[in-house]
């Protein structure tokens, strides 16, 4: 039988380096994701209940070119454009428009959505994770970059606009 991991030791060493990458620190320490980015200092993260996933992925519609990224152990998958409208049906929230982000999404499968931003690879990186029932990654959407690789001010607002809203309403339920 393995030991459970020092929760205290991984908090202060995200708190020292919160720039790695979370699902090796998550892999080494036989952890779910979700349980790795509730680790990091507070003031990066505000998690709401999964059944805000419709309204979230309603208003990433108006958000422009994004970065959606579905991280596996398998594979790293990144597509850039922008989060078409969809809607509901068949157990799927059905992505549907002239963008190559499209698909089918388990919607009844997201039991948190997390605002996250945080410092990586040298930068400041802002994104909104989808997890499921065990912690795992959905997906995970990123603010867009601008030609000289700056985070796009417009949807820095939205997500900080978007996560005051459902933070707002997730704690009035």
């Known amino acids: 039988m ?15 380096n919160p720039g790695g990458v979370l699902e090796s620190t998550a892999a080494q320490n036989g952890l779910a994701l979700q349980a790795v980015v509730e680790l990091l200092p507070q003031e990066m993260w505000a998690r709401v209940p999964g059944d805000l996933f419709v309204e979230v992925m309603e208003d990433l ?11 596996t152990r398998d594979i790293i998958l990144e597509v850039e454009g922008e989060v078409p409208p969809g809607k509901l049906g068949h157990g799927f ?11 089918h999404l ?3 499968n997201c039991k948190a959505i997390h605002f996250l931003r945080r410092p990586f690879m040298g930068k400041e990186s802002v994104s909104i994770q989808f997890f499921n029932d065990e912690g795992g990654s959905m997906f995970k959407v990123f ?3 601008d030609e000289n690789r700056a985070l796009k001010p ?20």
Not at 155 to 167: D, G, I, N, P
């Open 2 to 16: 393995s030991a459970s991991p020092d929760l205290d030791a991984i908090r202060r060493e995200l708190a020292e």
């Open 154 to 173: 417009e949807q820095v607002e939205r997500f900080e606009q978007l996560k005051a809203r459902l933070t707002q309403k997730a704690e009035a339920a």
């Open 106 to 108: 388990r919607a009844g």
């Open 61 to 71: 519609t108006g958000w422009g070119k994004v970065t959606v990224i579905a991280h």
């Open 93 to 103: 929230y059905n992505l549907h428009g002239d963008s190559p982000i499209g698909g």
């Open 143 to 145: 603010v867009g970059r």
